[in-house]
């Protein structure tokens, strides 16, 4: 003979039950007539080119928008389109939290080799010879970032932090103004351009 309970199986039937109307919310809706195809939110809804994104991006009402749209852009720009590229772009982000940069460097010239045309995979290249005091080497990649992708916003900030780091104040000025003409809300960009104007401007460019 069972232990169990009336009551407690019957508030395990139903939990079971609940839990199965959860995982099929529609079950009780209204049939569909035969031969009507039904579409997901995600799939009416196509999601907007990369194009569309910037023009978004540069007529953003607010910083919260623009860091919204943002993000959606730097996930693109995240997809290198090889499993591979990705799993070696994610060892060299943990080579360079823990500070092994000559690591990382070779690890990004793996993903670099195999994905020439990523330009997110030079402008994190950049980054890891920034931090291993390579100025020409970060700059070099860079440029290459930017002739892929030239709307690369995050590369022509950089750009601009390299060139002020290196008291080129005409070119810290010209990147940070073409980062700005794309994101124009970009964190800490018009107080950089602020700070260096009134040395630049007026002098033949």
């Given at each position: 003979?069972?232990?169990?309970?009336?009551?407690?199986?019957?508030?395990?039937?139903?939990l079971v039950a609940a839990f199965c109307i959860f995982l099929a919310p529609n079950a009780f809706a209204d049939p569909?007539?035969?031969?009507?195809?039904?579409?997901?939110?995600?799939?009416?809804?196509?999601?907007?080119?990369?194009?569309?994104?910037?023009?978004?991006?540069?007529?953003?009402?607010?910083?919260?928008?623009?860091?919204?749209?943002?993000?959606?852009?730097?996930?693109?720009?995240?997809?290198?389109?090889?499993?591979?590229?990705?799993?070696?772009?994610?060892?060299?982000?943990?080579?360079?939290?823990?500070?092994?940069?000559?690591?990382?460097?070779?690890?990004?010239?793996?993903?670099?080799?195999?994905?020439?045309?990523?330009?997110?995979?030079?402008?994190?290249?950049?980054?890891?010879?920034?931090?291993?005091?390579?100025?020409?080497?970060?700059?070099?990649?860079?440029?290459?970032?930017?002739?892929?992708?030239?709307?690369?916003?995050?590369?022509?900030?950089?750009?601009?932090?390299?060139?002020?780091?290196?008291?080129?104040?005409?070119?810290?000025l010209e990147a940070f103004r073409r980062a700005a003409a794309i994101y124009p809300r970009m964190d800490r960009l018009q107080s950089a351009i602020d700070r260096l104007a009134p040395d630049i401007d007026g002098r033949d460019?």
């Amino acid at each position: 003979m069972s232990n169990r309970s009336p009551t407690r199986s019957c508030l395990k039937a139903a939990l079971v039950a609940a839990f199965c109307i959860f995982l099929a919310p529609n079950a009780f809706a209204d049939p569909v007539p035969e031969g009507r195809k039904t579409e997901s939110k995600a799939e009416k809804k196509q999601p907007l080119s990369l194009d569309e994104l910037f023009t978004r991006l540069k007529a953003a009402a607010d910083d919260s928008e623009a860091k919204g749209i943002a993000r959606l852009i730097e996930q693109r720009f995240a997809r290198s389109g090889s499993a591979t590229a990705d799993l070696l772009t994610e060892r060299a982000r943990q080579a360079m939290s823990g500070h092994d940069f000559p690591l990382a460097v070779e690890l990004m010239d793996r993903a670099t080799t195999l994905e020439p045309g990523w330009s997110e995979g030079w402008n994190r290249r950049a980054t890891v010879f920034w931090m291993l005091s390579d100025p020409a080497a970060a700059i070099a990649d860079l440029q290459r970032t930017l002739v892929l992708e030239p709307r690369h916003y995050e590369a022509w900030a950089a750009l601009g932090r390299i060139y002020q780091a290196t008291d080129d104040k005409r070119r810290a000025l010209e990147a940070f103004r073409r980062a700005a003409a794309i994101y124009p809300r970009m964190d800490r960009l018009q107080s950089a351009i602020d700070r260096l104007a009134p040395d630049i401007d007026g002098r033949d460019l």
